[in-house]
């Protein structure tokens, strides 16, 4: 068949030296990235605090960095002026008051963030939500009311009264 090859006979010119076989391959120690990988629940700056997965807080917290929690956390956080994440493994009951808040695992208190709330696919919520912006992926469970806030210069302007505005019944 034309699949099947016979073997050629090699012609004095075309015979190649025996050589010495070639050196057993060495088991080489494999290659460590030397940059580890970073997910999504893993700090992302060097100014972000990690509460493990084994820590268990309960009180006040209040800082001046980001916070990433792993752990469980029961009582108060403040931190106006930076981002909370509560982890895919992270549980906290009780307030969280932050410039931004972002919900992978367990909430249960109300929420309330100058900028943003997300609340991902794994996020569970029961609780209250203030913030100028608020967004619940598809999968999320919330339970509780949305307070969506306004800057307060557009809230003035439509507080004034219209130049022309004409009374009913005039």
């Known amino acids: 068949m034309w699949w099947e090859k016979k073997p050629r006979s090699l012609t004095p010119q075309q015979a190649q030296p ?20 970073v997910s999504d629940a893993l700090p992302s700056s060097p100014n972000q605090t990690l509460l493990g997965q084994s820590v268990v807080l309960r009180g006040d917290l209040s800082g001046k960095e980001d916070l990433l ?8 956080i403040n931190l106006q002026e930076h981002c909370v994440t509560v982890g895919p ?17 367990t909430m249960n208190g109300n929420v309330t963030a100058r900028e943003k709330i997300e609340i991902r696919k794994a996020g569970e919520v ?14 999320a469970y919330f339970k509780g009311s949305i307070d969506v806030l306004r800057e307060s210069s557009k809230d003035a302007s439509r507080s004034l009264p219209l130049p022309n505005a004409v009374k009913a019944g005039a």
């Open 18 to 37: 025996l050589s010495a076989p070639p050196a057993t391959p060495k088991m080489e120690k494999p290659m460590i990235e030397a940059m580890p990988r």
């Open 69 to 76: 929690i792993e752990g469980h956390f029961e009582g108060t």
């Open 89 to 105: 493994h992270g549980q906290v009951k009780g307030e969280i008051h932050a410039r931004q808040v972002i919900v992978q695992g």
């Open 126 to 139: 029961v609780g209250d939500l203030v913030a100028a912006g608020i967004a619940i992926e598809d999968g």
